[in-house]
């Protein structure tokens, strides 16, 4: 058999040979209510299949690894469980099926490739009953808190729409899920999902878990720029094997005295989410403009022409001592531009809205004396953004209550990112919370081992707990275990954003998307791919703002580390009602020192 249930059926039992010889575990019935249940049926272990787990979790391309069975087989009273490896991107780089040592048969499925694909594309404009969108609001808090996601583990997002059949979209509004292997039910998770929440039907739609925006590399928005502008590239780290490329968001001002003025982008590009350090974070964390990767690109161009000037090496000499040039200019600049202060990445509860909002956003203090910071401009030419009828500049953020006047069909929304430059896009109208995957340092440290070596298991702390995963019999050890395994977060309320393919990609994380006026709505920080759309996902403004507690600064003139002169707006109100927070920043005053240059804190004497 590929995985063995034992052939005594009162008492089914997993099984590992190896050295201190085979466990057994009798099995009883699982009860979808109780957390503490044990799985039903069993599932056969040996060395073999050890072994190659754990090579297959150790590389980059294998994205989880999970016991499931088809729905269909759940049906019909299977007991048998299979082992599925699941691969990044629409291509098999793997066998569908592999047999090993013992006989036993692991499947790999190309994480896109099951996508059922609509026979009428998603409406560019949709209208979602009000009704749908309060009972969703609020179960959100309820019946489909965390509590529910970690039940249904294979859940990467829950939002509003319209129920499909075969394909086509019907005109019957729903709550979606959205999962990961649509039709394969997982070890461990609570059944099927429920079939309605609150009298509206509910659909199920495969989709993949969101990532992270921060990566590689439009050239005009990578280089290096005393006057730091909107939109720039910007990254933490200051060698090849620890770095991080994003985007800078906007200049903000702490709402606390002594009011330092900074910068703001997604917490994951100005800081490492390593819960395994989370005890002993990092100090001083300096962001640089640009990021490592893109002032130290003509290092690795450098080097491409070297290996190619092996072969013919008067080719390239010219190309050598130019790229040399660029690289000696690029080592004697200083890129330093802020220190990390504070930021979060997941969800967070508003006081003023009484309820919790995605945030992956953070606050940089600006302490680099020798360059300066544009607060409204970017390094786009303006023309770009007049011939296609847009603001040249940002011009204000979007209030909780201004959202409710949005206009979906109309207004159209840009971003400038720093690898995808000026594009355009449309706000949908869909709510929406994601699951977004998480970068697990101490994982991809551990995939550095050479286990094509055949170095034993157990010989790190990150592969015990992936085999203590797989091995698991009750539902929240399996929960809980596999939460370090594959860590995700995650993000309510969030903005999704239509754009079109390749119009946002790794290293936009931080761009600030806007409406045709400069009001920006939100920072991106993931792209989300379901079968009929990529979406760009982002935190609303209001709530990074709160969460935060700064205020966005509006100057035209430039901005130094020695703020002397200001337009302070009053923090938000903890009226619930109170919707007026930063109706105008038009800032257009001096800001910068010249008298006492030391100075930080915004006096009354400077307004």
């Known amino acids: 058999k590929d995985f063995n249930s034992s052939s005594n059926e009162n008492s089914n039992i997993l099984e590992s040979r190896n050295k201190d010889g085979i466990y057994n575990y009798s099995d009883e019935s699982h009860n979808i209510n109780d957390n503490n249940s044990e799985v039903k049926d069993s599932i056969f272990w040996s060395d073999a299949l050890e072994n190659r787990l754990c090579e297959l979790y150790m590389k980059d391309d294998v994205i989880d690894i999970f016991w499931g069975r088809p729905v269909e087989e759940h049906f019909e009273n299977n007991t048998k469980w299979n082992i599925y490896a699941i691969t990044r991107g629409l291509y098999y780089p793997y066998a569908e099926k592999e047999i090993i040592a013992d006989g036993q048969v692991i499947h790999f499925i190309a994480e896109e490739a099951r996508f059922v694909i609509p026979n009428d594309p998603l409406p560019s404009s949709i209208i979602i009953p009000q009704d749908l969108k309060k009972i969703f609001d609020e179960a959100l808090d309820n019946e489909l808190g965390l509590s529910f996601r970690e039940a249904y583990y294979n859940l990467v997002g829950i939002g509003t ?234 011009e204000g953020t979007y209030t909780y209550c201004e959202f409710k006047n949005f206009n979906y069909n109309k207004n159209r929304v840009f971003k400038v990112g720093r690898t995808t430059g000026l594009t355009l896009g449309q706000l949908l109208p869909t709510d929406q919370a994601i699951a977004c995957n998480l970068t697990n340092e101490s994982i991809k440290n551990a995939k550095k081992l050479e286990m094509e070596k055949h170095i034993p298991c157990y010989n790190n702390e990150d592969q015990k707990i992936f085999i203590g995963y797989m091995k698991s019999k009750l539902d929240s050890e399996i929960r809980q ?53 990529t979406y760009g996902i982002a935190s609303p403004y209001f709530a990074i703002l709160e969460a935060l507690d700064v205020s966005i600064y509006l100057s035209s003139d430039p901005v130094t580390p020695t703020i002397t002169s200001s337009y302070l707006v009053s923090p938000c109100s903890d009226d619930q009602e109170d919707c007026s927070r930063v109706k105008k920043r038009e800032l257009d005053i001096n800001a910068e020192s010249y008298n006492d240059p030391k100075r930080s804190k915004i006096d009354k004497k400077d307004i």
């Not at 997604?266 to 490592?292: A, M, W």
């Not at 995605?358 to 020798?370: I, L, P, R, T, Y």
């Not at 006026?517 to 759309?533: E, R």
Request: proline content about 4%.
């Open 481 to 533: 275990k596999r939460k370090k395994c594959y860590p995700i977060k995650w993000f309510d309320r969030q903005l999704a954003f239509k754009f079109e393919s390749g119009d946002f990609d790794c290293g936009d994380s931080g761009a600030s998307v806007m409406d045709e006026t400069g009001k920006a709505l939100g920072i991106l920080h993931a792209k989300w791919i379901t079968p009929y759309q």
């Open 161 to 394: 729409g319209y129920k499909q059949v075969r394909g086509r979209f019907t005109e019957t509004p729903a709550i979606i899920f959205y999962v990961r292997q649509k039709g394969i039910l997982r070890r461990g998770c609570d059944g099927l999902l429920p079939k309605e929440i609150r009298g509206f039907p509910t659909d199920v739609i495969e989709a993949c878990v969101a990532i992270p925006c921060v990566g590689l590399g439009v050239d005009i928005c990578r280089r290096y720029r005393k006057n730091a502008m909107l939109g720039s590239s910007i990254g933490m780290g200051s060698d090849e094997t620890q770095n991080t490329t994003g985007t800078l968001s906007a200049i903000a001002y702490e709402n606390i005295s002594p009011n330092q003025i900074g910068i703001i982008s997604c917490e994951h590009v100005l800081k490492f989410n390593d819960g395994s350090n989370e005890s002993n974070p990092r100090k001083n964390i300096t962001i640089y403009q640009p990021s490592y990767n893109d002032q130290f690109e003509p290092k690795r161009l450098l080097n491409e022409l070297i290996e190619l000037s092996k072969g013919s090496e008067d080719e390239y000499i010219d190309d050598i001592t130019e790229m040399t040039k660029k690289l000696n200019l690029a080592e004697s600049r200083d890129s330093t531009l802020a220190t990390y202060v504070k930021g979060m990445r997941e969800n967070f509860y508003s006081k003023i809205h009484k309820k919790e909002f995605g945030v992956d956003a953070g606050f940089c203090v600006f302490d680099n004396e020798n360059r300066k910071l544009y607060s409204k401009n970017f390094p786009i030419p303006s023309s770009y953004f007049e011939n296609a009828g847009l603001s040249t500049c940002l």
